[in-house]
């Protein structure tokens, strides 16, 4: 569904219409349940046979949503016995046009919040999604979901509504959403890591100054260039090196450069735009083995300077290293990080391979199977294991 | 956000904790009544808190099936009345961390037996694989 009421152009007012409710006043959770209703309102009365659309959606959800919003406080002051304080008028309002992107995703993504609550909250209250949905992307039930919500909602209900918070805070949650929707495939119509994305966009769209959020869009962009090529039939995972790069998106390959190189611009270098300039050497390369990896190499150091205390990002870099100064090297670096730490095992067996230490390999890779917390991952490395035993003879 | 399986078993657990292991026959009716409230209101708290998937309990009644051959009905065995590990029931949550899910074992592991007194049940915790993974590279 398309045009001025379709999902995507009322899921983009969400924060808007929220925005404005919160700053006439409204509290922000039974604020974020009435622009809930209006949106399954407008839905409900865009697919009536005969249904006009208004010429101003915005208004006209605002409308709805402050209409939603009266009554649920009427019921809740005459549950309470008290008199009824809020009048039917919306008070006159500071400019709507105010962006108030940043202001509701750092309060979704308050740090009295767990990761989960604030995912949950982020994507219901800025992302529009209903809780159906996202109780389905997560494969929970909905009342499970919906009682996320609403505790993340009391969690920050005390919090004033001024000032926005960290941005920091919002990259860390908008990863964590990208992440779950980077091998899922999409549940039910939402696509988590597209989402991800959406959200990214309005955030850099907020703080146009802010060089990491850039950062962060320009790297998921950069990943999910590479989406269809990165399972094979059955959803089996396809690793980097054996990708089919005919099947990258090129265009977004671009968009994400381009961000990248204007973030890199500002001179103010952060993890998210390294992670991005390490992901877009990736997509230059024309195959595997044109990868520049000295260059890379050169951005884990980087890294590994901006997060010392980082093991996931000590092995990424032993794992650059083994290309670079051989797998020796990179093998000695891996082998002095801590045992449990996740996927050392896999790196080790692929760096043994590369030393030609094919039954060192196959043994490393059926321990690292047995470690994976993915099923798609625990496939790929038991599939290498066999792979790299029938090598061996 | 990591799904757990919180196994309980009716066999096949370590050694209990001494004091504890009355079959639950033997319960008063009170006692047994007791138990299983508890039992709901872990559910409640667990859904309270917007944890809760899934909670099932099993018949100690099943066989062991297996295939046979093209044509050829499906092989039985059993029921084995002495199976070293037999699984009760078990809970599914969603939990923010490892250590909330053990805390949540713990919880349920704390059940009133006899007396009132906690059974100090052992209950086995096992990790979801999940479907997601991680961005590296």
Known sequence: MNGPLGDEALRDLTPQVLGVLVRRGADFATAEDAVQEALIEAVRRRDAPGAAAPADPKGWLVTVAWRKFVDARRAASSRAQREIRVSLEPPPGPTEQADDTLLLLSRCCHPALTPASSVALTLRAVGGLTTAQIARAFLVPEATMAQRISRAKRTVAGERFGEPGEVRAVLRVLYLVFNEGFTGSPADGVDLAEEAIRLARQLVAAVPDDAEAAGLLALMLLHHARRAARTGPGGALVPLDEQDRSRWDTTTIAEGVAVLQRALARDRLGPYQVQAAIAALHDDAPSADETDWPQILEWYDELARLEPRNPVVALNRAVAVGHVDGPLAGLRLVEALAPDLPRRDAAAAYLHERAGNLDEAARRYAVAADAATSAAERTHLTRQGARVRQRAG | MAKYLLLKHYRGIPEPVPGTDVSMDRWTPDEVSEHIAFMDRVIDDLKDRGEFVDAQALSPRGEFVRYDGEGRPPVTDGPFAETKDLIAGWMVIDVDSQERAY????????????????????????????????VTG
């Open chain 2, 103 to 134: 805390e949540a074992a713990a919880h349920l592991s704390s059940a009133p037996g006899p007396g009132g007194r906690p059974l100090h049940e052992w209950i086995e915790v096992r990790p979801f694989l999940t479907d997601a993974s991680e």
